[in-house]
């Protein structure tokens, strides 16, 4: 059967300014729940026939997450997926999630099989961002420190210094900013401007965004607040500033699940992607998950909190790549040793950081709990 296609706008920059660019993403199709229950036979037996490990991410299908869960894979942000997926003992990695993360994944482990349910499954800060562009970008501002976020190819990361993920990203840019470095930031100009205004680095900004958070609106928000004054207010950092200033923590999925848990109210306002709600639903049983209110309704969102490229990844297209031992991510060796660079620093960075914050006993300032309390 033919998959729909569907197009998204996302933004589109030229540098410092920004246009729309025109995407697509598959709609994928919907099993029966018999069909379903055959998948996931199916998934289980083949994970073990390849000796294949799943790795999901939180914004993936409910159903992939548990098969991940169950079968000893993990689900988790991409700063966790990158860690696992390296450190697992695995030859063949299933990366459930979009494409930036099968090739961190690859880059990291290059003599492992790394697959994908769909390679075509991108994100519009990755398409936002094309190589030669941000190499002319770069080019232009040698005197700056070129850090870029996760959500990239493995071209642009191959020019940057540093990698970062929303987990670790201001304590990245606030060590260099210490050490008196500019930062060159690609590419979500949300993500940039909220960590350059809590750390004050001098920071310039590629004008990329997410469209899945750039559609979360500050005004909706403050009256659905007024709606639920109980309510703490958890905010991805890939939103916009009106959205992250009512936020009572703003962190990368991982660090909004934890808050979920350790918070001590019982219900949140969530601006994420909606594939976060299982997680967190499971982590904090009893408490109450509102979705914050989105730039139009069906028809008329861009994204209405779902990421269309997240949403491709299905259990019939998991099934048949395992099957078939297609989609197989490959990275050119040389702009994948370059870009490892960046990734490695960031991941020693992470290792540092984590033991100290365990040292020094100051559990606010652990990535892995929740460390942006108090937006900007
Ligand atoms: P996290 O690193 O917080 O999981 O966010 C990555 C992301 O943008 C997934 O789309
Ligand atoms: Fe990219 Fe946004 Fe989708 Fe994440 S949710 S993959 S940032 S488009």
């Known amino acids: 059967m033919e998959a729909s296609i569907r197009s998204v706008e996302y933004d589109r920059p030229h540098g410092l300014t920004c246009g729309v660019g025109e995407a697509w993403a598959k709609v994928p199709d919907a099993p029966s729940a018999a069909r379903k229950r055959e998948l996931k036979e199916q998934i289980r037996a083949l994970l ?22 169950e ?46 349910p769909d390679l075509d499954a991108t994100c519009s800060l990755d398409l936002g961002c ?74 310039l900004l590629w004008q990329g965004s997410c469209l899945v958070h750039d559609e979360f609106k500050g005004i909706e928000l403050d009256l659905l607040r007024a709606q639920y004054p109980d309510a703490k207010i958890l905010v991805h950092p890939e939103s916009p500033e009106a959205v992250v200033a009512l936020a009572d923590v703003v962190g990368s ?22 594939g976060i709600l299982h997680k967190m639903r499971l982590a904090a049983p009893g408490k109450t998950f509102i979705e914050a209110p989105t730039a139009g309704n069906s028809a008329t969102c861009k994204s209405c909190a779902h990421c269309p490229w997240m949403a491709m990844n299905g259990l019939s297209n998991l099934a048949e790549v395992l099957e078939r031992g297609h989609n197989e991510i490959s990275v050119d060796p040389a702009i994948g040793a370059r870009a490892r660079l960046p990734i490695d620093r960031m991941l020693d960075f992470a290792a540092r950081h984590k033991k100290r914050v365990q040292a020094s006993g100051d559990l606010a300032k652990d990535g892995a709990l929740f460390s942006n309390v108090g937006a900007a």
């Not at 894979?73 to 099968?102: I, Q």
């Open 48 to 69: 073990k026939r390849e000796k294949a490990v799943l790795v999901a991410h939180y914004y993936v299908d409910a159903e992939l997450q548990e098969l991940a869960d």
């Open 71 to 116: 079968t000893g894979g993990c689900v988790a942000d991409s700063l966790e997926m990158a860690r696992f997926g390296r450190d697992h003992a695995a030859g063949t990695l299933v990366v459930a999630g979009v494409r930036f993360m099968g090739e961190t994944a690859k880059i990291l482990s290059p003599e492992k099989r790394v697959l994908m």
């Open 130 to 203: 094309p190589a030669d562009e941000f190499s002319a970008f770069c080019d232009a501002h040698p005197d700056r420190t070129v850090v870029v976020y996760a959500n990239t190819s493995a071209a642009v990361k191959a020019r940057a210094d540093w990698m970062v993920t929303s987990s670790i990203g201001l304590e990245i840019v606030a060590d260099l900013h210490a050490r008196g470095e500019k930062i060159l930031w690609a590419p979500d100009r949300h993500l940039g401007g909220y960590i350059q205004k809590k750390t004050g680095a001098d920071m």
């Open 253 to 274: 999925t991982t660090q909004l699940i934890d808050a979920a848990v350790r918070l001590d109210a019982t219900r949140f306002i969530v601006a994420t992607d909606l």
